[in-house]
Structures are given as structure tokens and as C-alpha cells.
């Protein structure tokens, strides 16, 4: 894997999105026509790690945190997507343990500290970077 050149690549939430966004093209794609949550998949994956980034370049926490929220909010979408196919016994919703394990990490990934890393943002220091 190369080596992160923006801040954003670093975090752990980031690789999970960007696994989930990897593996999901194929849902929609296995979906019947008819079912309104075709697109859903590919939309709402392809937002998280979108939103991961242009939160994590935001200097105020207050800002940061709406766009993680945003990020949260489609995953929680993306896995819900998926219930809706096993709901359905549509054959894209067979095998989604391990994409709703990844979905799961991501979403605990932004708890009430929202994205807390270790490393300070932008080379400041304090604790105000890190959320």
C-alpha cells in the first residue's frame, strides 16, 4: 500500500470506507431494476469516504463533526441497504457479513469524540486537533 500523502488517508474509518466503496459496485448492479434501492449502494458508499475527507481538512471541530456526522449517517445507510436486500432475499444480499462488519467498525469510528486519532491535524499540537 502507498504511503498516505493527505491526513485523511491515515485514518483507520478512511481504509474502511474506501474497502467498502471497493466492494459494493457489484450490488447494485445484482439488483433487480424494479427495486427503488439500486442506486443506493454506490450514492451512499462513494459519500463516506468523501465526507471522511472534507471533514478531516476542516480546521473547527464544529465543522469537522458535521461532516462526520454526514459520513456516519451514510454508512448507517449502506447498511441498511443491506438488510433490505436480505429483508427481500434479493441475491445481492447474500454474503454481506463481512462488508456490515466493515460498516460496523466504521460507524464506531465516529463515536461522541467523532474520529479521534492519535496523531495531531496539520502539524498543530493541542488537544483541539485531534477530534
Not at 57 to 66: E, I, L, N, P, V
Not at 69 to 94: F, K, N, Q, T, Y
Not at 99 to 114: E, F, V, W
Request: glycine content about 8%; overall charge neutral.
Amino acid at each position: 500500500m502507498p504511503q498516505p500523502r493527505f491526513d485523511h488517508e491515515r485514518l483507520n474509518a478512511c481504509r474502511r470506507s474506501l474497502w467498502f466503496v471497493a466492494w459494493s459496485p457489484g450490488v447494485g448492479e445484482r439488483m433487480p431494476a424494479r427495486l427503488s434501492a439500486r442506486d443506493q449502494p454506490d450514492r451512499a458508499s462513494t459519500s463516506i469516504p468523501l465526507n471522511i475527507a472534507e471533514g478531516y481538512g476542516r480546521h473547527t471541530t464544529a465543522d469537522r463533526c458535521r461532516f462526520f456526522d454526514i459520513a456516519r449517517g451514510s454508512a448507517l445507510e449502506c447498511a441498511a441497504v443491506l438488510d433490505v436486500l436480505v429483508a427481500r432475499e434479493v441475491p445481492a444480499g447474500s454474503g454481506v457479513e463481512e462488508p456490515k462488519q466493515a460498516l460496523a467498525g466504521l460507524i464506531r469510528s465516529n463515536p461522541d469524540t467523532r474520529m479521534h486519532e492519535e496523531t495531531p491535524m496539520h502539524g498543530r499540537g493541542g488537544d483541539q486537533d485531534r477530534d
